[in-house]
């Protein structure tokens, strides 16, 4: 084994090597610390030619190589195995803002770039770069392109995917195929891109991207709406879309009880309305005109919404701190649920117009199961995506709560399933469901990604035990 | 041979199947006329599971089959060759709209389904459906996924490819998959409808899709504005996508010379603007709001423009009427080039911050070589697309023009090369562009496409000689 990581390391160099325990645990294991590999080495080529180098020698020896981006995914994509064979390649030192060109609406970034660095550079020439989640702070580009993440500004810009023109990857043989093309236009073949972005490394390394960036907007402002069900959350979307059409590029959901522990847990909260009710939604307005134009546009969807019965009250943030204060208490929901205790967490959609119909039957045959659970109900709605979560019993310890995990995904997914839904709108399937999807996907499909896994990576090596 | 046509009629039946060759000659020849097949016969399958049984049959007997849609397709890719032995699979009988739901924002199509009548069926339903081109009267949505078609909506809406959420496609196997999904969010595996689109119906084909609904717009309102070059064509995109940001729907840049073939050729066009200038450009404007608000958005932008001296004439359409005769001048050039006599066409795109030194090097190159050629250059400037087309010198008899074609198709691609753009930019490869593409796409991605079509067509029976 010692013999591929010498000739790896003549590839990459001292810097571009860790074999210590210590040194790899970063890369070993999960932020969450649900997954923990033993990789043979953690490789941090500098450029695509040594990463280009580095799975020659992999293709060589038959040797697995998992990359990792930012290491922020939530199903353990991106880490190894235990067997101590496999090489876990990490892009974080590819992190160079290769060109940008605001006439093209472009910008051409290595993998490892964090994502809010890509925002603040598309910020610096003028631009806006749409895509934002939770971990933009530490997560990495090519991590979202392999995961194409989603997050909070789907609704109008699209997931990662909808975001990228053109791509460089090494392949699982080592070729580096060059597909950097910042066109938006561009019918000549089968579009290769499309098979990277998803996929999860288990296809080749993403390590360069070209990105679209957009005008950035005048205003950006946020309202607060409560509503008393999902059903009308959906009524209230219906109106905003039909008033503010691309204007609105935010629509949250989220409970009261999700409110309720952001106020425990992060007590410098204040409620946003002073009177509780059972849902609430978060919109944003971007308005390419000014902040008195998406001030007019909110209030005037409100209103609308409001004479109809449909928004019980609202408010809408004075100035930017405000718009902030909104958006963390969004943001929080994540961390203040961790904090009141383990929860059996699932990320799924469904078309738009079945939300409401999905969480009244799901919830009514968990709560037939588990009466005492607490649901942990918000998400993307604008985009049907929901983070439907199941916390348990505040008296139940959580280790004991946790033996019901299994038994209350399946009922989740296979709920999901019967709404034509995703058990994975935007997380990927990773190792963690790489075994649940088996049971949703038709047999068709999975014979048609091993067809492809087989065509691109006949060896097997990239990123194996992982997606199919 | 008859053994295989009597077989696919059992499935089809007699309505299902054209075999005499006045019958055959709609679809067995291009609309253009430029590509003559001879297909075995025409099928016309009524339903998905006919159309598995002719390709089941056709896999068993090893038998090639040609889909076509509304045969308007510009590069012969729905064409049978002259053997006598392709099969013409044509979907047009499958035309039903399956579904709608306004609040999913998703409309679902058979794959015969003409593009004007899902534009006009989201209509009904208070929805937009982008799409837009020249031969939607006639064109299939089929069509219009099989070859990524693009037209004058991408700008803000994207290509097809960009609003399509699931397929339903028959494989070169004849096993039927259903990923008919009408979900924004789903990452669970391989995104295999991104192999399907643009394959050019090579790798199966597709009989249904699940498309994205948009809110429809209060108002769409369109402006033309007469600028000094393609520079200044440029700067105007980037002052009215800073202004109005997804407002901006439209952006058409035509020549003068392109104005003059449209007012000679269709004697009724009135020139918008009393003086001629060098280029000008259709801007389209999509409100939200309201008319006055569309009216205000384009007037702000046009002032900007013509303060800073880039803009040098202008006028906004003051109703409906005027909106179709600004898009008429767009829309009738392709028809005016052809009445003025051959022309050498490419669809080509650049970066968009290339276009104005790409046509200012190509047009010198070209009246080098030909200092006599006529320059017909229009297109979608905001994507970075051009129709760059060649009309010969009025004195030069067309025949005779036309040995030139070769030779300034060279000229035109390799320009296109050296600018990092590409040869199709929305018409697809077909068997125009098969050789061609060979020249300037790198050897390694022609690898990776043809083991892709190795993984999904082993056989070799979709669409043989077409794109790759």
């Known amino acids: 084994m010692s013999v591929i990581v010498d000739r790896i390391a003549a590839v990459v160099g001292a810097a571009g090597l860790v074999t210590e325990a210590a040194g790899m645990e970063p890369y070993a294991i999960d932020w969450r610390k649900r997954y923990a590999g033993r990789p043979l080495a953690v490789v941090r080529p500098a450029s695509v030619r040594e990463v280009a180098g580095v799975i020659k020698i992999c293709a060589e020896t038959r040797t697995a190589v998992v990359p990792q981006g930012g290491n922020t995914g939530l199903q353990g994509g991106g880490i190894t195995d235990a067997s101590g064979t496999q090489i876990l390649l990490s892009t974080t030192r590819m992190n160079r803002v290769r060109a940008i060109d605001p006439v093209n609406n472009t910008i051409t970034v290595e993998a490892g770039c964090v994502l809010a660095e890509v925002q603040r550079a598309a910020e610096a020439a003028g631009r806006l770069f749409p895509l934002s989640l939770g971990a933009e702070g530490s997560?990495?580009?090519g991590g979202n392109l392999s995961t194409n993440a989603g997050g909070t500004g789907v609704l109008r810009y699209g997931n990662t995917r909808d975001l990228a023109l053109g791509l460089e990857v090494v392949l699982a043989d080592g070729e580096v195929w060059d597909g950097l093309r910042g066109l938006r236009k561009d019918n000549t073949g089968y579009d290769l891109k499309h098979l990277f972005i998803g996929a999860e490394g288990t296809l080749g390394v993403i390590t360069a991207a070209v990105m679209k960036l957009y005008p950035m907007p005048a205003a950006r402002l946020t309202g607060i709406a409560a509503v008393g069900s999902p059903e009308d959350a959906i009524r209230l979307l219906e109106i905003a879309q039909r008033q503010s059409g691309d204007?609105?590029?935010?629509?949250?959901m989220f409970s009261d009880f999700c409110l309720s522990l952001v106020v425990k847990h992060f007590p410098a909260t204040r409620t946003p309305l002073r009177v509780r009710h059972p849902q609430y939604v978060l919109i944003e307005i971007s308005d390419a005109r000014s902040e008195e134009s998406a001030r007019s546009e909110i209030e005037s969807v409100l209103a609308e919404a409001m004479e109809a019965g449909i928004v019980l009250d609202a408010v809408v943030a004075q100035n930017l701190a405000q718009v902030e204060t909104m958006w963390a208490l969004r943001e929080n929901i994540t961390e203040a649920q961790r904090h009141e205790g383990q929860n059996v967490k699932h990320d799924v959609s469904v078309p738009i117009s079945r939300i409401a119909e999905f969480i009244a039957a799901t919830d009514a045959e968990i709560r037939r199961a588990h009466p005492d659970v607490r649901m942990v109900t918000f998400g993307h709605l604008g985009d049907g995506n929901l983070h439907y979560n199941v916390a348990g019993p505040q008296e139940v310890p959580p280790d004991v709560f946790m033996r019901?995990?299994?038994?209350?995904?399946r009922i989740v997914h296979d709920s999901v399933a019967r709404f034509n839904g995703?058990?994975?709108?935007?997380?990927?399937?990773?190792?963690?469901?790489?075994e649940e999807i088996r049971r949703y996907k038709p047999a068709l499909e999975l014979e048609l990604m091993r067809r492809v896994k087989a065509a691109l990576d006949p060896l097997g090596i990239m990123n194996p035990g992982k997606v199919i």
Chains 1, 2 share one sequence.
């Open 422 to 434: 995703s058990i994975s709108a935007e997380h990927g399937l990773g190792q963690a469901k790489r």
């Open 139 to 141: 997560a990495n580009i």
């Open 247 to 252: 204007a609105l590029t935010g629509f949250e």
């Open 404 to 409: 019901e995990a299994a038994g209350l995904t």
